[in-house]
């Protein structure tokens, strides 16, 4: 069975010191590294938040305050601060981050009018990003998840992924949450189980 690592949004602005910093973000990436160092995968792809700087997601787009909700092109979207703007630092992948056996980069986040957490499509599920095709060309059964954050970006790629038909399992070690709400981070690990995903140590 060949299987693929999905390495979920490691870039500056969702690490410490970004625009929109997960929480002991940079923690997973020593483990994302060692995950690589230590298995053979056949693919190790890295998705990418890659936003035009007038991306509806965020509030100061909006007239909104980071927080709020609005409703945008019929789906709910959080209010963001600025970040991974295409071509910005904050959206460059973190330097710790071995890249090396990096097979495939998909970006996602590009259409002004909608925001894409998962890194198979965006969240009305309109467009794909191209993930999913590249995977099935490469005959990939088993998805192996890691990233940030685990309540957004990475819980919907790991959902997606099971909804594709992939064997998918989230490495509870190589993720973080953002806990806009204390509880989002616990929340997602039991939808994901709910929904089928395998939680690795």
Known sequence: MKKALIIVDVQNDFCEGGALAVPEANEIIPYINLLMEENEYDQIVLTQDWHPANHKSFASNNNRKVGESI??????????????????????????????????????????EIDSYSGFQDNNHFMKTGLDDFLKYHDIQLLEIVGVALDYCVKFTCLDAVANGYITCLHFNGTKAVNVKPDNGKDAIYDLIQNGVTILG
């Open 71 to 112: 409703i945008l092109n019929g789906v709910p979207q959080f209010m963001w601060p600025d970040h991974c703007i295409q071509g910005t630092f904050g959206a460059e992948f973190h330097k710790d981050l071995n890249r090396d056996k990096v097979t495939h980069i998909v970006q996602k986040g590009k259409n002004t």
